[in-house]
């Protein structure tokens, strides 16, 4: 963010924030006392250190005086509570930073728009950004993205599998000549070794999933619909946290996802020039997930006892990221980004010029969601269920341009073939024992994929889904064979292996986290048959 807009979007986010708490004697007791029980759960959690300490401290003073404290002092640490949530928030844009990153490529200092960049440094890759820009290949509605960009302020929502997305999702944008966009970040990214210093320096705001208090919850929204009405285009995955089944998301982060709306009506409210607020969907498509292993190991957890926040994944670990690129680089992988069909904030389509379309295709008049009697108003009921129909809007983008890959469609069917062996068997112990038969039939296995691959070609020709170019193309050996050259070639256990004319089902929790991304896509009976 500019300095000249920081202080600005800064004040005007805790004062919104304070104005809902400040003035109700319940509400204002509740948002000091609740806070600081979920802070305090959250540094019983933590490692002791100078840092929890010195939080702990605050929090026993905050209790202690709010404890017997008139409403005007109990005002004053609202503010203070809610100042320092902000203060954490807040991103740093650095105009130098950005251009030394998006110009100095032969330098490999774009770490955060190419996270290849430091292993080129190196010398450890073949080739400059030029074998990036053929990796990485964008589709869709990317001349409608423009236009949104010049109409009014617009906001990416994406898919999230892995932490390298924002990484790509950042060098995507800036080869598509847009301005740098606002975004959300897990803390742990900001310490990363490979991109904490771009993540500090490129307008990046931090977002603690450690804190569950609500009130730091309506900071982190009310800074982003700031950001939004000053103009700023955002970008945030709207599942919250990275899919740890390898499923696309299909249940959205309402909270977030509705300040779009917010922005909307208070830029009418403020007859500014350009109120407009586009949402803009996006898939980011891998034929391997780096993280995978330690995502779908979390997925499978018990209920409660999953890590929402994982610091110790492959992610954290370069050498891992070194061996995962190459892997990719090595197999000519590609990574597809698809931009789905702009939004209005209702979830209606919008045309080339931004209008807003209904079902039928029919120009609907957006402002006229928003008013009564004719004025501009908020409406907590209504604007939750418009927030809701965005959500519907985005899933099913999400699902219609998601790309399916050989390794998703093989793992289906490899996946589908054990159930139907292990009827008997629920998920957890066929994960683990693999059932009663330790390899599957090649030709089985090939006469499956074809039918599958049958049905897939006819929902892609409705219209329904995505299918990559080697599925789209050609025959089901070259299918099977690319497939298993990616499962084998870079988890540490391949997650299919061939051996003669069959298919040895060696990491089952691999499967089932590439298949998944095929779920809600009903296959024919047959195709599983």
Known sequence: MRPEDKERVLAECAQRVFDR????????????????????????????SQRTAAES??????????????????????????????????????????????????????????????????????????????????????DAFR???????????????SNLDSVLLGYALHRLG??????????????????????HHLGAYKVDR????????????????????????????????????????SRLKLGLLGMGLDAYIRNLQANRPRPDVFIVPVTLN???????????????????????????????????????????????????MVVGRPLDVFGNTVDDEGRSLDRRGRTVDRRRYVQRDGAVTFDAQRDEEYTRELAASVVESFRRNTVLQSTQVVSRVA???????????????????????????????YARLSRAISALRTMESAGRLRLEDTIKDRDVVAVMSDALAHLA??????????RGDRLFHEDRNLILYYQNRLEGIPLPREAAA
């Open 21 to 48: 708490y400040a003035h109700d004697p319940q509400r204002l007791e509740s948002a000091i006392f609740d806070t600081i029980y979920e802070e305090r759960r959250r540094l019983e959690g933590e490692r002791r």
């Open 57 to 142: 401290a605050l929090y026993d003073r905050i209790y202690a005086e709010a404890a017997a404290a008139a409403p005007e002092r109990r005002r004053e640490l609202l503010r203070e509570l809610i100042g320092r949530f902000a203060d954490e928030v807040v991103g740093h844009f650095d105009p130098r930073v950005y251009a030394l990153a998006t110009r100095a490529v032969p330098l490999g200092l774009n770490v955060l728009l190419n996270s290849l960049s430091p292993l080129r440094l190196a010398g450890l890759l073949p080739g400059g950004v030029s074998r990036l820009e053929d990796q990485l290949t964008i589709a869709g509605e990317i």
């Open 147 to 161: 236009r949104m960009v010049e109409r009014g302020t617009t906001i990416v929502v994406s898919t999230h599998c």
């Open 178 to 199: 847009l301005p740098p966009y606002v975004y959300g970040a897990g803390l742990n990214l900001f310490s990363n070794r490979l991109i904490g210093f771009f993540m």
């Open 210 to 249: 450690r804190k569950k208090a609500w009130l730091y919850k309506e900071v982190l929204k009310t800074y982003a619909g700031c950001t939004i009405e000053a103009g700023y285009h955002n970008m945030f995955f709207p599942g919250g946290t990275r899919s740890r089944s390898g499923a696309v998301e």
């Open 286 to 336: 891998y034929q391997l997930v780096l993280e995978a292993e330690t995502l779908i190991e979390d997925h499978l957890k018990e209920a409660g006892k999953s890590r929402y926040i994982i610091e110790d994944d492959e992610f954290s670990k370069p050498r891992r990221v070194l061996d995962f690129v190459q892997r990719l680089f090595s197999l000519n992988s590609r990574i597809s």
């Open 415 to 445: 996946f589908e073939w054990l159930r139907e062996q292990n009827p008997e068997q629920d998920l957890y112990r066929l994960l683990r024992t693999g059932g009663k038969h330790s390899s599957i039939p090649l030709p089985q296995a």
């Open 489 to 498: 070639g870079y988890h540490r256990r391949p997650a299919l292996l061939r």
